[in-house]
């Protein structure tokens, strides 16, 4: 079972709302990752948490606030957001494994698909 | 810094072989992935090189030169439903406990009967 959850599916706010998207493993993994996808552009890396703690944060702006409440679960708080926010965002996760035996492939999510009013 | 390139977009009919490929100058490295997204959806593993050589699965196939920082993906018996984009990702960093890919801008692929 490779499988990732994400909720919402899809998601629209305004400027001034408040919202959080979900994530969710069962396969055991300890590395989550958010990512956010443009059209027609490659994923880029927003946050990694490891082991529940954030080991890094690709200089994303406050208005997105990640949190891990356990080993399973993976949310983005977001608060403030602006169109150009709008996007695809993908959670993935990894077994986070030492190097030179395994792969560690990073799996991911299905998507939530924001659009910023 | 980090460079990855591929082709943006590639034609092929159904039945034949296309070969994506895809070269990277990165600071560090630590193998390098395939996948596959179909428009709209989450991109999916397919291959994993850490050594030079050929790796075969199915119907897939990735090379890797380290040396020439240079890897192709091989897709043989082309099917409508592989119309899809194609990222190459370039691991540059593993700690043990997390990952860190770069990927490069995808190659969208186009299958015609």
């Known amino acids: 079972d490779t499988e990732v959850t994400q909720t919402p599916k899809h998601l629209v706010m305004g400027m001034t709302n408040k919202k959080s998207l979900k994530c969710e493993q069962h396969?055991?993994?300890?590395?989550m990752y958010w990512y956010k996808q443009k059209a027609k552009k490659p994923p880029e890396l927003m946050f990694v948490?490891?082991?529940?703690?954030?080991?890094i944060n690709e200089s994303v702006p406050s208005r997105f606030s990640p949190e891990c409440p356990n080993s399973s679960l993976l949310n983005l708080h977001l608060h403030a957001l602006q169109p150009e926010d709008s996007a695809l965002y993908l959670c993935?996760?990894?077994?986070?494994?030492?190097?030179?035996?395994?792969?560690?492939?990073?799996?991911f999510g299905p998507g939530t698909r924001l659009t910023v009013l | 810094g980090q460079n990855i390139d591929q082709p943006t977009e590639m034609t092929a009919t159904e039945g034949a072989i296309v070969q994506i490929n895809c070269t990277y100058q990165?600071?560090?490295?630590?193998?390098l992935f395939w996948y596959q997204q179909h428009a709209g959806e989450a991109p999916t593993f397919l291959s994993y090189?850490?050594?030079?050589g050929l790796e075969e699965k199915g119907r897939f196939s990735s090379f890797l030169s380290r040396s020439k920082g240079y890897s192709y993906l091989l897709l043989k018996e082309l099917q409508m439903k592989d119309s899809a984009s194609y990222l190459c990702?370039?691991?540059?960093?593993?700690?043990?406990?997390?990952?860190?890919?770069?990927f490069g801008a995808g190659t969208r692929l186009a299958v015609h009967p």
């Open positions: 990702a370039v691991r540059v960093g593993f700690s043990g406990g997390y990952n860190k890919l770069i």
């Open positions: 090189n850490v050594l030079d």
């Open positions: 993935a996760s990894s077994q986070g494994a030492q190097s030179g035996r395994r792969t560690d492939t990073q799996y």
């Open positions: 948490y490891s082991y529940e703690k954030l080991s």
């Open positions: 990165t600071s560090g490295f630590n193998g």
């Open positions: 396969m055991g993994h300890r590395a």
